[in-house]
C-alpha cells in the first residue's frame, strides 16, 4: 500500500477555502485516492474519492495532477464545524480493501 | 450512505475481565469487517479483518488471543478483549465492507466504542 504524506495541521478561518495537499510518491495504477474526515470521538467519514483529474461533490473537490504522485483537497469556504482531522488514503477500488490510515491533517477552523 | 453501528458506544471494566464489543451493519451484508484502534491524538491503527464464516486476520502486533475477533453472521462481528488491562483502554472503531453496491464509498465506519480499563 502506498505511503501518504499529509501536513500535520492547518489552521484557517470561517469563510475560506482550504486546501490539504498529500503525497503519494508511491501509487500504484489501480489505487484510487480517498479521502476521510473524523471529528473526535466518532468513527471516520468518507469525503471523496478520485483516480485522476478532477472530482467535485456536494462538499469537497480533489484535485489529482497528471502524474497522480499528490492529491489536494479543496474545501469551500470553511466553518467551524468543519474542524476535524483529514486524513488521504491510498488503495485499490472503493475501499474494498483494508485502509492503512496515516497521521492525518488537522484542520482547526477559527471565527 | 450504509450505517454501521457498534454497541456498546463506552464501557468502563475493572483490569482482568473481558470486554465484547459488537459491531453490525444495519442495512446491508457485509462478509468483511475491519477492527481498529485508536489512542487519544493519534490515528486509526487497523488490528485485523473479520471474514463471515471463517478465522480473522490479524495485523502484526496484534495477539489475536488477546483481542478475539468472530464474524458469525453477514452483519455481526464481535471484538472480544480478553482480560483487559488499563493499556487497552482506548477507542475502537469498526468498520464494514459493502459488497452489493457499486457505490465508490464501499466501506463504512461505526461511531466508535471508548474502553476505559480501571
Known amino acids: 500500500l502506498a505511503k501518504t504524506t499529509q501536513p500535520i495541521s492547518m489552521d484557517s478561518y470561517e469563510g475560506q477555502e482550504v486546501n490539504i495537499t498529500c503525497s503519494h510518491n508511491?501509487?500504484?495504477?489501480?489505487?484510487?485516492i480517498t479521502w476521510y474526515q473524523q471529528f473526535p470521538s466518532q468513527g471516520p467519514r468518507f469525503i471523496i474519492q478520485g483516480y485522476k483529474t478532477k472530482v467535485t461533490n456536494e462538499v469537497a473537490s480533489l484535485f489529482i495532477p497528471a502524474d497522480r504522485k499528490s492529491s489536494t483537497l479543496s474545501l469551500p469556504r470553511v466553518s467551524l464545524s468543519d474542524t476535524a482531522v483529514y486524513y488521504c488514503?491510498?488503495?485499490?477500488?472503493?475501499?474494498?480493501?483494508?485502509?492503512?490510515f496515516g497521521a492525518g491533517t488537522r484542520l482547526a477552523v477559527h471565527p | 450512505g450504509a450505517v454501521v453501528s457498534q454497541h456498546p458506544s463506552w464501557v468502563i471494566c475493572k483490569s482482568g475481565t473481558s470486554v465484547k464489543i459488537e459491531c453490525r451493519s444495519l442495512?446491508?451484508?457485509?462478509?468483511?469487517m475491519f477492527w481498529y484502534r485508536q489512542f487519544p491524538k493519534q490515528s486509526l491503527m487497523l488490528m485485523a479483518t473479520s471474514n463471515e464464516g471463517s478465522k480473522a486476520t490479524y495485523e502484526q502486533g496484534v495477539e489475536k488471543d488477546k483481542f478475539l475477533i468472530n464474524h458469525a453472521s453477514l452483519t455481526l462481528s464481535t471484538l472480544t478483549v480478553t482480560s483487559a488491562h488499563p493499556e487497552d483502554s482506548s477507542f475502537y472503531i469498526c468498520?464494514?465492507?459493502?459488497?452489493?453496491?457499486?457505490?465508490?464509498?464501499?466501506?463504512?465506519f461505526g461511531p466508535g466504542t471508548r474502553l476505559l480499563v480501571l
Open positions: 508511491n501509487i500504484a495504477t489501480n489505487d484510487y
Open positions: 442495512d446491508f451484508q457485509a462478509t468483511t
Open positions: 468498520s464494514a465492507r459493502d459488497t452489493t453496491g457499486a457505490a465508490e464509498e464501499t466501506q463504512y
Open positions: 488514503l491510498v488503495g485499490p477500488s472503493g475501499g474494498y480493501n483494508k485502509l492503512i
